[in-house]
């Protein structure tokens, strides 16, 4: 599976963004799908997650309350919904694929280039 992610920018703190990740080539449904971040000198982070049939997610502690992760698997997208931002969510991007949740960078089948966001004080 081909993974296409969108929709980063540069926002005010507080503000919000709505990623996307297309995908194409192999069937979509059967994967699990996550967003991951990675900052500047950073190791790449687990943001959020989703089962394949988009009942079971999950998120990292601080993105809890803030960040909705949904899919629609007859348009094969996967979407972040980012609210609240702080700068401390400066970071690029990544939407990846994978056969289970929880996901690690290590377990995933496929990554998307990532998108910059970039929150500003």
């Known amino acids: 599976v081909q993974l296409q992610a969108s929709g980063g920018g540069l926002v005010q703190a507080g503000g919000s963004l709505r990623l996307s990740c297309a995908a194409s080539?192999?069937?979509?449904?059967?994967?699990?799908m996550a967003w991951f971040r990675q900052a500047p000198r950073e190791e790449r982070d687990f943001v959020a997650g989703?089962?394949?049939?988009?009942?079971?997610?999950y998120y990292a502690d601080s993105e809890k309350g803030r960040f909705t992760i949904s899919r629609d698997n007859v348009k094969n997208t996967v979407s972040l919904q980012m609210n609240f931002l702080k700068p401390e969510d400066t970071a690029v991007y990544y939407c990846?694929?994978?056969?289970?949740?929880?996901?690690?960078?290590?377990?995933?089948?496929?990554w998307g280039k990532g998108t910059q966001v970039t929150v500003s004080s």
């Open positions: 990846a694929a994978g056969s289970r949740l929880p996901m690690t960078p290590t377990t995933t089948d496929a």
């Open positions: 080539g192999r069937t979509f449904s059967p994967y699990a």
């Open positions: 989703i089962s394949w049939r988009g009942g079971v997610t």
